[in-house]
């Protein structure tokens, strides 16, 4: 049922204290308000998010984040979809889906259609999609996600899945902010094996093979294998968890509750051991400084002297009358007196 609290107002930001009261409540309308205006660029939008951010905080950090990422074609959204109903339906639990679209580096847009193929979730009253545009940020997520996942666990939501962009260069904001990261993969081990960053292995916490049905079966069963001696090849956990490798079938809903079990086994033995607060903690603190690193150089693009001067050095790196990195620094240099001034 609509809010009377959305509802009262159609345009313009709502008070403070109705997107707190609303968010708190676990109203769908003003939760999806209260994520747009953590999303807008304007700078009054930006001082109302944080305002209310703090008013939430003793309501947040009581869910399960879940990581998703995976090679292309491989069925991430037709897996939520299996995943998220055996969730909701078969557990009756809350879930929200922060689903990551790649933006266009030329219209800066994206489709956002990830609804349309979350078609069981998409009319579940338990369940809440929020598809949102990568709008470049580099690391798999989306440059607020991080806020919308802390919006989500106060609205109520005790599973928060987190569907990144794609196995990309770099995938290591989505461990950051994930309390368990799985890699979905396809049958034909050795050739995607190959495609996928060290790094990306080394991060994951467990490995689903999609599609094992029909004909495929035997073939996932064989590419299980695979990963699993391959995973065994690199160094362990610091956690103490061992990655498990399973089969699933998105379409049969096959593997779905046991792919489950594995999260809820690393839950509880990262628990136990103190390493899953020592992981949210890591990932608090990358938080911070990647928000550090963002307004420095937010900070440095506005400035008055720099935005002079960075459209003649652009135009020279463009030409070849100056190297990128003669060009850095002389904008380094005209920035470094405002940075360097002490109190007395």
């Given at each position: 049922m609509r809010s009377s609290l959305a509802t009262s107002r159609h345009g313009g930001r709502l008070p403070l204290e109705e997107y707190r009261d609303g968010v708190l409540a676990g109203d769908r309308v003003v939760l999806a308000r209260a994520i747009t205006l953590i999303e807008s660029d304007l700078a009054s939008d930006a001082e109302l998010g944080i305002q209310l951010l703090d008013a939430i905080l003793p309501s947040i950090g009581k869910t399960r984040r879940l990581g998703i990422t995976?090679?292309?074609?491989?069925?991430?959204?037709?897996?939520?979809?299996?995943?998220?109903?055996?969730?909701?339906?078969?557990?009756?639990?809350?879930?929200?889906?922060?689903?990551?679209?790649p933006s266009s580096p030329i219209s800066r847009g994206s489709i956002l259609g990830d609804k349309t193929r979350m078609e069981r979730l998409a009319v579940n009253e338990l369940a809440f999609i929020r598809p949102s545009p990568s709008g470049g940020h580099l690391g798999g997520i989306g440059r607020r996600t991080r806020e919308t996942i802390l919006l989500c666990e106060a609205a109520g939501y005790r599973n928060i899945f987190i569907e990144t962009v794609g196995v990309g260069q770099s995938e290591t904001a989505v461990h950051a902010v994930s309390d368990f990261f799985l890699l979905l993969m396809l049958a034909g081990a050795g050739d995607q094996l190959q495609g996928i960053k060290r790094g990306i292995i080394e991060m994951v916490d467990g490995m689903a093979i999609n599609?094992?049905?029909?004909?495929?079966?035997?073939?996932?069963?064989?590419?299980?294998?695979?990963?699993?001696?391959?995973?065994?090849?690199?160094?362990?956990s610091p956690d103490g968890w061992a990655p498990r490798v399973l089969c699933c079938s998105s379409l049969e809903c096959t593997g779905i509750a046991e792919i489950w079990q594995m999260v809820l086994d690393h839950e509880a033995q990262l628990e136990v051991s103190g390493k899953l607060a020592q992981r949210r903690m890591r990932g608090e603190l990358q938080w911070m400084h990647d928000l550090i690193s963002n307004g420095l150089r937010d900070t440095f693009r506005s400035h008055p002297a720099i935005a002079e001067l960075m459209p003649q050095l652009e135009q020279e790196v463009r030409v070849g009358r100056s190297t990128p990195l003669a060009a850095s620094r002389r904008l380094l240099d005209v920035f470094q007196p405002d940075r360097q001034t002490t109190r007395t």
């Amino acid at each position: 049922m609509r809010s009377s609290l959305a509802t009262s107002r159609h345009g313009g930001r709502l008070p403070l204290e109705e997107y707190r009261d609303g968010v708190l409540a676990g109203d769908r309308v003003v939760l999806a308000r209260a994520i747009t205006l953590i999303e807008s660029d304007l700078a009054s939008d930006a001082e109302l998010g944080i305002q209310l951010l703090d008013a939430i905080l003793p309501s947040i950090g009581k869910t399960r984040r879940l990581g998703i990422t995976g090679v292309p074609g491989v069925g991430k959204s037709t897996f939520i979809d299996a995943l998220g109903t055996h969730l909701t339906r078969d557990r009756g639990e809350r879930l929200a889906v922060l689903s990551i679209d790649p933006s266009s580096p030329i219209s800066r847009g994206s489709i956002l259609g990830d609804k349309t193929r979350m078609e069981r979730l998409a009319v579940n009253e338990l369940a809440f999609i929020r598809p949102s545009p990568s709008g470049g940020h580099l690391g798999g997520i989306g440059r607020r996600t991080r806020e919308t996942i802390l919006l989500c666990e106060a609205a109520g939501y005790r599973n928060i899945f987190i569907e990144t962009v794609g196995v990309g260069q770099s995938e290591t904001a989505v461990h950051a902010v994930s309390d368990f990261f799985l890699l979905l993969m396809l049958a034909g081990a050795g050739d995607q094996l190959q495609g996928i960053k060290r790094g990306i292995i080394e991060m994951v916490d467990g490995m689903a093979i999609n599609k094992a049905d029909g004909h495929n079966k035997t073939p996932a069963e064989r590419a299980r294998a695979e990963y699993a001696s391959a995973l065994r090849l690199f160094p362990p956990s610091p956690d103490g968890w061992a990655p498990r490798v399973l089969c699933c079938s998105s379409l049969e809903c096959t593997g779905i509750a046991e792919i489950w079990q594995m999260v809820l086994d690393h839950e509880a033995q990262l628990e136990v051991s103190g390493k899953l607060a020592q992981r949210r903690m890591r990932g608090e603190l990358q938080w911070m400084h990647d928000l550090i690193s963002n307004g420095l150089r937010d900070t440095f693009r506005s400035h008055p002297a720099i935005a002079e001067l960075m459209p003649q050095l652009e135009q020279e790196v463009r030409v070849g009358r100056s190297t990128p990195l003669a060009a850095s620094r002389r904008l380094l240099d005209v920035f470094q007196p405002d940075r360097q001034t002490t109190r007395t």
